[in-house]
C-alpha cells in the first residue's frame, strides 16, 4: 500500500516539476506557495495518515481530473475533506481549532520537539493562508473550488505545512529520495526568488 501511494505521489510531483522553471512559472507559483507539492510527504514527522488516503480516494472518485485545474481543485477538496475528518478546521472553514491540531498531533507523534514543531507550523501557516485569501488567483480558485462545495484555506495551510516540513524536517526524518530532493530544491529556489522580489 505504502509503495503504491509512493509511486502515485511520485506521478504526482513529476509532473508538477517539468515546465515549472521559466521565471513566470516561478512566480506563479511561488506566490500561490507550489501549489503542486501539496501532496508531497518527505519528512516522516509529517505523514499522510488514514484520513489522508481515503479523502484522496473520495475525491477521486469525485473529480476525474484531465486538467491541471481540475488536479488543484481534487488537491485542496481533498485537503479539505482530511481537515474535516480530523476535526481540526473552524466552523467557517477559515480557522484552525489549534486545540484539536494540538490533539491531533500528540495522537501519532511521540516526541514533544516534534509535536512542537508541527504545531509552530501549522500556527504559522494558519497565517499564511489567511494572508493569500485577499490575493485575485487566489479569489479566482476559491470560484472555481466553490462549485465542488470546496474552499481555499484549508489547502492553503496543507501547502503551507508541506511546504515549511520539506524545508524545515530534521536530517535524520527526511526521505532521502531523488523527488523529495528535488522538491526541496524547488522550494529553496522559490523561497530565494520570493526574497529576491519582495
Ligand atoms: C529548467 O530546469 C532544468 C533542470 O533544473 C534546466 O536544465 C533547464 O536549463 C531549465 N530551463 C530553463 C528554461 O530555465
Ligand atoms: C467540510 O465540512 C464542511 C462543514 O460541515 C462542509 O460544508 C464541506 O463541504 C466539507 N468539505 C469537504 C471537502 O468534504
Same mark, same amino acid.
Given at each position: 500500500?505504502?509503495?503504491?501511494?509512493?509511486?502515485?505521489?511520485?506521478?504526482?510531483?513529476?509532473?508538477?516539476?517539468?515546465?515549472?522553471?521559466?521565471?513566470?512559472?516561478?512566480?506563479?507559483?511561488?506566490?500561490?506557495?507550489?501549489?503542486? /507539492? #501539496?501532496?508531497?510527504? +518527505?519528512?516522516?514527522?509529517?505523514?499522510?495518515?488514514?484520513?489522508?488516503?481515503? +479523502?484522496?480516494?473520495?475525491?477521486?472518485?469525485?473529480?476525474?481530473?484531465? /486538467?491541471?485545474?481540475?488536479?488543484?481543485?481534487? #488537491?485542496?477538496?481533498?485537503?479539505?475533506?482530511?481537515?474535516? &475528518?480530523?476535526?481540526?478546521?473552524?466552523? *467557517?472553514?477559515? &480557522?484552525?481549532?489549534?486545540?484539536?491540531?494540538?490533539? $491531533?498531533?500528540?495522537?501519532?507523534?511521540?516526541?514533544?520537539?516534534?509535536?512542537?514543531?508541527?504545531?509552530?507550523?501549522?500556527?504559522?501557516?494558519? %497565517? $499564511?493562508?489567511? &494572508?493569500?485569501?485577499?490575493?485575485?488567483?487566489?479569489? !479566482?480558485?476559491? %470560484?472555481?473550488?466553490? &462549485?465542488?462545495?470546496?474552499?481555499?484555506?484549508?489547502?492553503?495551510?496543507?501547502?503551507?505545512?508541506? *511546504?515549511?516540513?520539506?524545508?524545515?524536517?530534521?536530517? !535524520? !526524518?527526511?526521505?532521502? /529520495?531523488?523527488?523529495? %530532493?528535488?522538491?526541496?530544491?524547488?522550494?529553496?529556489?522559490?523561497?530565494?526568488?520570493?526574497?529576491?522580489?519582495?
Amino acid at each position: 500500500m505504502f509503495k503504491v501511494r509512493n509511486g502515485f505521489l511520485f506521478l504526482v510531483l513529476a509532473i508538477g516539476v517539468m515546465g515549472r522553471n521559466t521565471s513566470s512559472d516561478l512566480d506563479e507559483d511561488c506566490e500561490l506557495n507550489a501549489v503542486d /507539492t #501539496m501532496h508531497d510527504f +518527505c519528512c516522516d514527522l509529517h505523514e499522510e495518515g488514514p484520513q489522508f488516503t481515503e +479523502c484522496q480516494r473520495e475525491w477521486h472518485d469525485k473529480i476525474q481530473y484531465s /486538467t491541471d485545474e481540475e488536479e488543484q481543485s481534487y #488537491m485542496f477538496c481533498t485537503a479539505e475533506c482530511t481537515f474535516n &475528518s480530523t476535526e481540526i478546521l473552524g466552523k *467557517n472553514r477559515q &480557522s484552525l481549532r489549534l486545540r484539536q491540531v494540538k490533539n $491531533h498531533l500528540e495522537s501519532y507523534l511521540v516526541n514533544d520537539a516534534d509535536v512542537d514543531l508541527l504545531y509552530a507550523t501549522y500556527v504559522k501557516c494558519d %497565517k $499564511h493562508a489567511i &494572508s493569500l485569501m485577499p490575493h485575485t488567483g487566489v479569489k !479566482k480558485l476559491a %470560484k472555481r473550488l466553490s &462549485s465542488y462545495g470546496c474552499h481555499p484555506y484549508p489547502g492553503l495551510v496543507f501547502e503551507c505545512v508541506a *511546504n515549511e516540513m520539506i524545508l524545515n524536517c530534521p536530517a !535524520k !526524518k527526511f526521505q532521502q /529520495t531523488a523527488a523529495c %530532493k528535488e522538491t526541496r530544491n524547488y522550494l529553496k529556489q522559490c523561497m530565494q526568488y520570493l526574497k529576491y522580489k519582495a
